[in-house]
C-alpha cells in the first residue's frame, strides 16, 4: 500500500500521512494505545450499525426479539421491507428457535464487525495499522518516522508486478498427475459428525466427513478444499488413490491412506478456495486454478454439509439435518416457555436437559460424535484426541461425568473441576455457565458464553 501511495508522488503521500497522524493524535505524537482505542472505538460504532436494525424489532426493549414481537412486525411489513425482514431472521437466527436471542444478535454483529475490519485494514492505515510506521519499535509514532518510512520505500521502487500464470498463483505446487489419473476436485464447508480427534487445537472444533472411493479402472487425483477444521476419512477402493491434496483454513487430517500419498496445505499456503457452491465466484476461481495448475479438465463437486460423499462422482448420501420444531407463538411464564400448535399449547422442554442437548448435537451434526485413533491421522499439525468434545458434545459429556448440572433458569453450574470449557461455544452454541465455590477455572475459551464465578460474583467471558 505504501508503494502504491509512493507511486502517486513522495511529497503527496507524506502530506497525506502526515495529515492522518494529526487526525488522530492532535499532538503529533500517536501511541500504540491510542491507535488501538481508535480500532476499538470504530468497531464499537460498527457493531452499534449492525445491531441496530435487528434490535429496532425489540418492541419490550429486553435485548431479545421473540416470537410474539417478530409476528407483530411481520403484520406491518410487506414487498421489500419484509424481504430485507425475513432475510434477517435466516441469518441472525442460528438456532431456529424462531426467537433472535441477545446471544445470537452478537453473535452476528461479531462475525460481521470481523469482516468489516479485515476488509478495512487492508484498504487503509488506520488506527493500529498505523504502527508500521513505528520504525525504533518504542510503541509511538511521529513526523520523522513517517518521513523516514515514505523516503526508504521510495528508495525500494516501485510495486513488482508479477506476470505468473494464473496457475501459479495457488501458493502451493501440486504434484502433476499421471496419465491416465481422474482429478476431482471436492469444496465443502464443514461436517456432519464431530471428531473425537483435533487438528487445529483443542480450543477449535473439528468435524469430521467420509469420502468414499467407488470403484474404476482409472487412478484418481483428489483435492479437497473445506472451510474449517475437518477429519476426512477415506473408504472404499482406496487403492485407486493415487494422489490426495487437502487445503484447510485452520487443520486438516486424513484417516485411510498411507503419508506418502497425501499432500496437505492451509489456505494461506495453498490458495484454493472451499467453494462448496459451485456457481459462484469461488467455484470458478477454484476449477481455473486446479485446471491451470495442472494442465487437466478437473471434475467438480462441492457440498456446504460433506458427511458420506462419493468420489470421483461427488454424490453426496448425506442425510438431511432435522428441521427444528416451530410455531406461531412462544409465551414465556417464569423458567417455562410454551408453544402454539394445531392443537394447542404445547410446554417447550428446556435447551439443557440431556435429551434436548442431544436434539441440539443432531441438529448440528447429524451424525453425531465420529471417533478414530489419533494415531491413524495425518496431519502436518497435531492430532490429539479432545480431553472435552467440542460444543453440546462436550456438555453432554460434562453432565455425564457429574461435572455439569443444570440450574432452574438453564444456567449450567460446574460442580467440579472440569479440563476445559468445550471448544466452539460461539453463537448459536452459547451458553451460560457458573463456576462454583472452590472449582478452578477451566482451561480454555468459553467463546461467546457467559462465566458467572460465584466466588467473586464477577463475569467472565464475551459476553460479559
Known amino acids: 500500500m505504501l508503494r502504491q501511495l509512493v507511486s502517486r508522488g513522495t511529497e503527496r503521500a507524506e502530506e497525506q500521512l502526515i495529515n492522518q497522524l494529526?487526525?488522530?493524535?492532535?499532538?503529533?505524537?500517536?501511541?500504540?494505545?491510542?491507535?488501538?482505542?481508535?480500532?476499538?472505538?470504530?468497531?464499537?460504532?460498527?457493531?452499534?450499525?449492525?445491531?441496530?436494525?435487528?434490535?429496532?424489532?425489540?418492541?419490550?426493549?429486553?435485548?431479545?426479539?421473540?416470537?410474539?414481537?417478530?409476528?407483530?412486525?411481520?403484520?406491518?411489513?410487506?414487498?421489500?421491507?419484509?424481504?430485507?425482514?425475513?432475510?434477517?431472521?435466516?441469518?441472525?437466527d442460528t438456532n431456529k428457535d424462531g426467537i433472535l436471542s441477545a446471544a445470537e444478535i452478537g453473535a452476528m454483529a461479531d462475525e460481521t464487525v470481523a469482516k468489516q475490519q479485515a476488509n478495512r485494514k487492508r484498504r487503509s492505515l488506520q488506527g493500529a495499522s498505523f504502527m508500521v510506521f513505528d520504525s525504533n519499535d518504542d510503541g509511538v509514532v511521529v513526523v520523522?518516522?513517517?518521513?523516514?518510512?515514505?523516503?526508504?520505500?521510495?528508495?525500494?521502487?516501485?510495486?513488482?508486478?508479477?506476470?505468473?500464470?494464473?496457475?501459479?498463483?495457488?501458493?502451493?505446487?501440486?504434484p502433476p498427475p499421471s496419465q491416465k489419473a481422474e482429478v476431482v476436485f471436492l469444496g465443502g464447508y464443514e461436517g456432519t459428525a464431530v471428531s473425537n480427534v483435533a487438528v487445529a487445537g483443542l480450543d477449535r472444533e473439528t468435524s469430521f466427513a467420509t469420502l468414499d472411493i467407488e470403484r474404476g479402472e482409472?487412478?484418481?487425483?483428489?483435492?479437497?478444499?473445506?472451510?474449517?477444521?475437518?477429519?476426512?476419512?477415506?473408504?472404499?477402493?482406496?487403492?485407486?488413490?493415487?494422489?490426495?491434496?487437502?487445503?484447510?483454513?485452520?487443520?486438516?487430517?486424513?484417516?485411510?491412506?498411507?503419508?506418502?500419498?497425501?499432500?496437505?496445505?492451509?489456505?494461506?499456503?495453498?490458495?484454493?478456495?472451499?467453494?462448496?457452491?459451485?456457481?459462484?465466484?469461488?467455484?470458478?476461481?477454484?476449477?481455473?486454478?486446479?485446471?491451470?495448475?495442472?494442465?487437466?479438465?478437473v471434475q467438480m463437486a462441492g457440498h456446504y454439509d460433506l458427511g458420506w460423499v462419493k468420489l470421483p462422482?461427488?454424490?453426496?448420501?448425506?442425510s438431511?439435518?432435522?428441521?427444528?420444531?416451530?410455531g406461531?407463538?412462544?409465551?414465556?411464564?417464569?423458567?417455562?416457555?410454551?408453544?402454539?400448535?394445531?392443537?394447542?399449547?404445547?410446554?417447550?422442554?428446556?435447551?439443557?436437559?440431556?435429551?434436548?442437548?442431544?436434539?441440539?448435537?443432531?441438529?448440528?451434526?447429524?451424525?453425531?460424535?465420529?471417533?478414530?485413533?489419533?494415531e491413524s491421522v495425518v496431519t502436518d499439525g497435531k492430532a490429539e484426541a479432545y480431553d472435552v468434545l467440542p460444543q453440546q458434545a462436550g456438555l453432554i459429556q460434562l453432565m455425564e461425568s457429574g461435572a455439569l448440572s443444570v440450574l432452574s433458569d438453564g444456567t449450567f453450574s460446574i460442580d467440579k473441576p472440569i479440563a476445559r470449557f468445550p471448544?466452539?461455544?460461539?453463537?448459536?452454541?452459547s451458553v451460560r455457565f457458573v463456576?462454583?465455590?472452590?472449582?478452578?477455572?477451566?482451561?480454555?475459551?468459553?467463546?461467546?458464553?457467559?462465566?458467572l464465578i460465584e466466588e467473586t460474583g464477577a463475569c467472565a467471558g464475551s459476553r460479559c
Open 435 to 451: 463456576l462454583r465455590r472452590g472449582v478452578p477455572m477451566p482451561a480454555g475459551n468459553p467463546g461467546h458464553s457467559r462465566v
Open 423 to 429: 471448544a466452539g461455544l460461539n453463537g448459536g452454541h
Open 320 to 326: 438431511a439435518k432435522p428441521r427444528q420444531a416451530s
Open 218 to 297: 482409472n487412478p484418481v487425483y483428489i483435492v479437497v478444499s473445506v472451510h474449517d477444521a475437518m477429519v476426512l476419512r477415506i473408504t472404499g477402493a482406496t487403492e485407486r488413490v493415487e494422489r490426495f491434496v487437502g487445503v484447510s483454513r485452520s487443520g486438516i487430517g486424513v484417516v485411510g491412506l498411507p503419508r506418502d500419498r497425501v499432500e496437505l496445505a492451509t489456505l494461506k499456503e495453498c490458495r484454493i478456495p472451499p467453494a462448496h457452491n459451485l456457481d459462484s465466484s469461488n467455484g470458478i476461481k477454484a476449477r481455473a486454478l486446479l485446471t491451470a495448475n495442472l494442465d487437466r479438465e
Open 144 to 174: 520523522d518516522e513517517i518521513l523516514q518510512t515514505l523516503r526508504r520505500v521510495a528508495e525500494e521502487g516501485a510495486p513488482v508486478r508479477s506476470n505468473a500464470g494464473i496457475g501459479q498463483s495457488t501458493g502451493c505446487n501440486l
Open 22 to 92: 494529526f487526525s488522530m493524535a492532535p499532538t503529533g505524537v500517536l501511541t500504540r494505545e491510542m491507535a488501538e482505542t481508535i480500532d476499538q472505538r470504530q468497531s464499537a460504532s460498527n457493531r452499534i450499525s449492525v445491531m441496530a436494525p435487528v434490535l429496532q424489532n425489540d418492541l419490550d426493549g429486553d435485548a431479545e426479539v421473540s416470537q410474539l414481537e417478530i409476528n407483530r412486525v411481520r403484520a406491518v411489513m410487506s414487498g421489500k421491507k419484509r424481504s430485507h425482514f425475513e432475510k434477517m431472521l435466516l441469518k441472525v
Open 313 to 318: 462422482s461427488g454424490r453426496s448420501d448425506t
Open 328 to 374: 406461531s407463538l412462544v409465551i414465556h411464564k417464569g423458567n417455562r416457555r410454551f408453544r402454539m400448535t394445531d392443537d394447542g399449547f404445547e410446554e417447550m422442554v428446556a435447551s439443557n436437559t440431556p435429551s434436548a442437548l442431544q436434539s441440539d448435537l443432531r441438529r448440528y451434526y447429524p451424525d453425531g460424535v465420529a471417533t478414530v485413533d489419533p
